[in-house]
């Protein structure tokens, strides 16, 4: 297989997209994981693949990967691959844009090896340039370029790719969690007169004491800045949790056979689902392969899918027109980890 490779030194383990476990028929239970990203620690689960053997374009050198761990959270943006007419725009990068391959629009970015193979990350070679120029460094999978390869001082980008984790209090968006020791408290004052609206910009500090005082009356300033709740600690909900309430209470309702209906939550404007076909199949053919291999497991597979269709969990879905959106639910069977012989 033809694929691109990520090389990241900061990640401990190497990592490959469920395609590529799907495109070697790699079957076997998911088992969990810890990721430690930017946006916090999120508990995995995926499959594992071992004795892979990755070459160079050339083939000269083969080397044993590491256990590969399945991983759909790694980059894939192909605008980072570089290619020999980027590499002539620099004249210390010329002699070595015949090494760089060019740009296979069929390979797909399947690979993460991180520094438990140490080899790859090893610089064989290396072509500076001036300071602030991109440089080359010959790995021993090939050449790689660090840097941008733009020669303008400036350029409106065509995408912007963000990771927003937090929202300070001014408004920016950070990787950094908000520190829970600093508090923010805003109280919004009316104060009016007998004649017309309050204007901060007419009165002086002294005339805006004396309103104030004499406005406020029984209910002072300060009595329920610091006043405590049961809910004070409670999280509170987000946007997005918000809009979800609202969302089932407007449109959440009881049918003639007496069941609840709700809909599903997308986003508004609702994005169109991609039709994710060819995904699902794979995934498809490759658990009738297994259920062949296990009868037992097919018996119980198909004494659940009976069960569901039964109790009218699930119909067949009509057929599809020309354009039609569509999407798949991939298949795939799970046994309990307390009930065994049970899917």
Known sequence: MRVYAVLDDQSNRSLAQSEFFDLFNLEGADSPYTLRTCAGVTEMSGRRGAGFIAQPLDGHLSMLLPTLIECNHMPDDRSEIHTPEAAKHHSHRKPIAHLIPELDPEAQILL???????????????????????????????????GEVCLGAAHKPKGVSTYR?????????SYFSPCPNH????????????????RSQSLQQSHFSDSLVQNTGDCSLGSRIFEKTEEDNKVALSIEDRQFIQLMDKEMFIDDANSWVAPLPFHTPRPRLPNNREQALT??????RT?????????????????IFDQDHAELAPPLQDGEEC????????YHPRKPGQI
């Open 112 to 146: 993460l090896l991180g520094r438990d193979v140490l080899r790859v990350h090893k610089v064989r070679d290396q072509h500076n340039g001036p300071n602030n120029a991109p440089y080359a460094q010959r790995l021993d999978l090939g050449w790689v370029i660090v």
């Open 183 to 198: 508090l923010v408290l805003k109280e919004k004052l009316i104060v009016r007169t007998a004649t017309k609206p309050f």
């Open 327 to 334: 999407w798949y639910l991939p298949s795939f069977s799970v």
């Open 291 to 307: 259920l062949e291999r296990k009868p037992e497991m097919k018996s119980h597979f198909l004494a659940f899918m009976q069960k």
């Open 165 to 173: 984790t937090n929202v300070l209090e001014n408004g920016r968006h």
């Open 283 to 288: 995934r498809f053919t490759s658990l009738c």
